[in-house]
């Protein structure tokens, strides 16, 4: 297995799963460590916009993963850091239970993007609570963390994220903004991390910076013994990947 697993997830489509894995692919890239994102999405968004990478671009190997019970965990043991974009509605027949399984067992942590409707937080929290519910997820409890994404003028979506949040004790560690640069991330196989000549992407270095501190303390936390106070901290011992500053990205 590689050293570290993220895991993005929510069944509501178009909530930035892919967003969010593709950005933080390459801002794990900007750090120099070898990093993969699988895309276990038969939409196959995330292996398009590899596709859409240049030679010149740093690498991500990409891998296309529809069914993620294919996925060899012995074999992503030469990345340092591992991404896993999943399918919207993951929860939902038979068949796809057991994908959301394999993937929850895959993962160190888990993230959730989630935009402020009241629609898309009520299936976040529906989703959330099936995740925290789930035998994987019990036996060893990884950590959570919300994404608000596509966050406009209007605060008052994201102050109801933030109330349901806080009932379940799952933080919402970044805010991505409503932003023309996300499409054009999309488009051109780009993190906006790696777009340091647009106006617009340098606005949202400060919150992937935000996120991969947060994966970095969790990874930490990780390698420790769980201590009192931090439910959330993953039971798994996992060895801490050893990053280099986000200097780069900052
Ligand atoms: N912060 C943002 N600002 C503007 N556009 C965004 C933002 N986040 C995502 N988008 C756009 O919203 C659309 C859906 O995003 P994305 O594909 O990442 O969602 P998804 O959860 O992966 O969807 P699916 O469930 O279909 O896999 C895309 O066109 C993307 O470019
Ligand atoms: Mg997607």
Redesign the pocket.
């Known amino acids: 297995m590689a050293n570290l697993n993220i895991l993005?997830m929510?069944n509501?489509?178009?909530?930035?799963?892919?967003?969010?894995?593709?950005n933080l692919a390459a801002a794990y890239a900007c750090r120099n460590v070898r990093v993969a994102l699988m895309d276990c999405?038969a939409?196959a968004?995330?292996r398009h916009w590899g596709q859409s990478r240049s030679d010149d671009d740093l690498p991500i190997d990409i891998q296309f993963h529809p069914d993620p019970r294919t996925i060899d965990a012995a074999a992503t043991a030469s990345h340092d850091v591992c991404i896993y974009?999943?399918?919207?509605?993951i929860t939902h027949g038979p068949s796809l239970h057991l994908e959301f399984e394999t993937l929850l067992k895959l993962s160190d942590v888990i993230l959730v993007?989630m935009l402020g409707s009241s629609w898309d937080i009520q299936s976040g929290e529906h989703f959330i609570t099936q995740l925290m519910t789930q035998r994987v997820w019990r036996a060893k409890p990884r950590p959570i963390a919300v994404i608000s994404?596509?966050?406009g003028g209007s605060s008052a979506n994201h102050q109801r994220l933030q109330n349901f949040l806080s009932l379940l004790s799952v933080p919402a560690v970044t805010t991505?903004?409503?932003?023309?640069?996300?499409?054009e991330?999309?488009?051109s196989g780009q993190g906006v991390v790696e777009m340091k000549h647009n106006r617009a992407a340098r606005k949202?270095f400060k919150a992937w910076h935000t996120l991969t501190d947060w994966i970095d303390s969790q990874t930490e936390s990780a390698s420790t013994a769980r201590r009192p106070g931090r439910p959330l901290a993953a039971g798994r011992q996992t060895p801490t990947t050893q990053m280099p500053e986000l200097g780069n990205i900052r």
Not at 85 to 89: N, V
Not at 176 to 183: A, N
């Open positions: 993005v929510n509501k489509g178009g909530s930035g799963k892919t967003t969010v894995a593709t999405d939409q968004n995330a974009d999943s399918a919207p509605a993007p994404n596509r966050v991505l903004r409503e932003s023309p640069v996300y499409p991330a999309g488009d949202e």
